[in-house]
């Protein structure tokens, strides 16, 4: 997994590294990482000798980062101009160093460009970019370079322009290919609109682990995590011990949403399926293996419930979600379900004992919690979950599983794809079943976002994507991840 830390744990590490290390080391280590990204990139369009690389200058250490690459560009034979936002407070020593190799500073951006870097502004900075620095990266785009392309642009750290530790793009912000982080990532590289201005991050080594500590804002699984953490039938298994996860969904106004969570529920790990609601004869016709019943009552003994997806909100719906409700086992509440509970209600009232996961999307996240998640998602979902004593899984890009503890994760995964309807139920479906196999709440989240997300990049392959598409998407990906 990656781990992301908020900008006063960076400061707090970088000062105590420093304290250690001769004047200036951790400058030199970052700048000598940029410079090598950098030329890697020059690389792949002709070379770094007679390159024109463009350095966005502000002031401060991101600068000064700035100006030392651009030195050792210009030390190898790239034609270095760099543009001083700020040159009251730039980088003294930076910008020497630069002049001694042979880069120039310029008034304002070139007609051409084979490389940009944004030193814009570092971690340290808040709200947008500020004139005249946010209409000289307005005019980025009109950069051309060797191949008659935009040219590559090249973040220092963070895009400038981003708040780090939301991810939030309050205002201009650069839109980078590659940003070059240093230590450890920031929120902003992973969460959030920031996130996709981000592009590639790579991750240069200062030897910050050294004196980062405490707990990081968010965490990001990888591949390997979710497959060591997936449930596995063994040769003593049987459909029982595997769990059985019961799935209360769809309506006879909504029988589509039944067949799609129980088909992702068929996905998941457990052994079988029991579907209480009205659609059980569409689900039973497009799934027979799957146990029905007209009431949660009736359904019999399972290790999960999934409710919500199609529901409806009357009174019968209110009684299943009771029902569900009333049981001591895991329960995942989905769209319905989600506006039952805050009828008439507030959040706070919804604790209960047992386990429960929530996945709202910003609509149902503001009827539970009073008002949207706004800029601060990972504040805002940490929040409600330890209000509600819930895994909160908050939908949308970069989708965040939030604990009642404030452990934080983001989903690396994601589609536009999955925006359409009926994709929930398949999520829904899916974490239903890993919770019934026995994982606990928030890795179970954290799993299902994972592997959905999967599906509908693999189904959008093949053009537009329906849910049936996202849902018939989950066993292939499952066979190549696991």
């Not at 001769?22 to 002709?46: D, H």
């Not at 980088?91 to 500073?105: E, F, I, M, Q, Y």
């Not at 209409?135 to 590559?152: F, S």
Request: charged share 20%; glycine share 12%.
């Amino acid at each position: 997994m990656r781990q992301a830390w908020r900008v006063a744990d960076v400061r707090a590490a970088e000062k105590a590294l420093m304290a250690t290390l001769p004047a200036g080391t951790l400058m030199q280590r970052a700048a000598a990482g940029l410079a090598r990204r950098c030329a890697l990139l020059l690389s792949e369009s002709g070379g770094v000798y007679g390159a024109t690389v463009v350095l966005l200058v502000g002031s401060g250490d991101n600068g000064g980062d700035t100006l030392y690459a651009g030195a050792a560009l210009a030390a190898r034979g790239a034609g270095v101009k760099a543009i001083l936002l700020r040159p009251d407070r730039v980088h003294l020593a930076g910008l020497a160093a630069l002049r001694r190799a042979g880069g120039v500073t310029v008034g304002d951006l070139p007609d051409r460009a084979d490389l940009v870097v944004d030193g814009i502004v570092g971690i340290g900075a808040s709200g947008g970019l500020r004139e005249p620095a946010a209409a000289l990266v307005r005019r980025l785009p009109g950069l051309i370079g060797r191949d008659g392309a935009r040219p590559p642009v090249v973040a220092v750290d963070v895009p400038s322009g981003v708040a780090v530790d939301t991810g939030d793009v309050p205002g201009d912000a650069v839109h980078a290919d590659v940003t070059v982080t240093f230590g450890c990532l920031k929120p902003a590289h992973v969460v959030g609109a920031a996130a996709a201005l981000a592009g590639h991050v790579e991750l240069i080594d200062i030897g910050l682990s050294e004196t980062l500590h405490g707990d990081p804002a968010v965490r990001v699984p990888d591949a390997a995590d979710i497959a060591a953490w997936w449930p596995r039938a063994h040769a003593g298994s049987d459909k029982y011990s595997r769990g059985v996860v019961g799935v209360a969904t769809g309506s006879a106004t909504y029988p589509g949403a039944a067949v799609l969570s129980v088909t992702g529920a068929l996905a998941g790990p457990t052994g079988m399926v029991r579907y209480a609601g009205s659609a059980d004869r569409d689900v039973v016709h497009r799934h027979p293996s799957v146990v029905v019943a007209k009431r949660v009552a009736d359904a019999g003994r399972v290790q999960a419930w999934v409710c919500g997806s199609g529901l409806g909100t009357d009174d019968a719906a209110r009684t299943e979600l009771r029902s569900v409700l009333a049981t001591s086992l895991p329960v995942l509440l989905d769209a319905d379900a989600l506006t039952l509970l805050v009828g008439g209600q507030h959040a706070a009232d919804l604790r209960r004992d047992a386990p429960l996961v929530i996945t709202p999307h910003d609509g149902e996240f503001a009827r539970l919690a009073g008002e949207r998640p706004g800029a601060d998602r990972i504040g805002a979902a940490c929040r409600l979950a330890a209000w509600i004593n819930a895994v909160v899984l908050l939908k949308g890009d970069r989708t965040i599983v939030a604990t009642p503890s404030g452990e934080a994760w983001a989903n690396p995964t994601g589609s536009p794809a999955l925006a359409t309807a009926g994709s929930g139920d398949v999520l829904a479906g899916l974490l239903g079943s890993l919770l019934a196999a026995g994982v606990v709440p928030e890795r179970a989240a954290i799993m299902a976002a994972y592997v959905h997300g999967l599906a509908g990049r693999r189904a959008e392959r093949d053009g537009p994507v329906t849910s049936p598409d996202v849902a018939a998407a989950l066993r292939p990906v499952l066979a190549e991840l696991l």
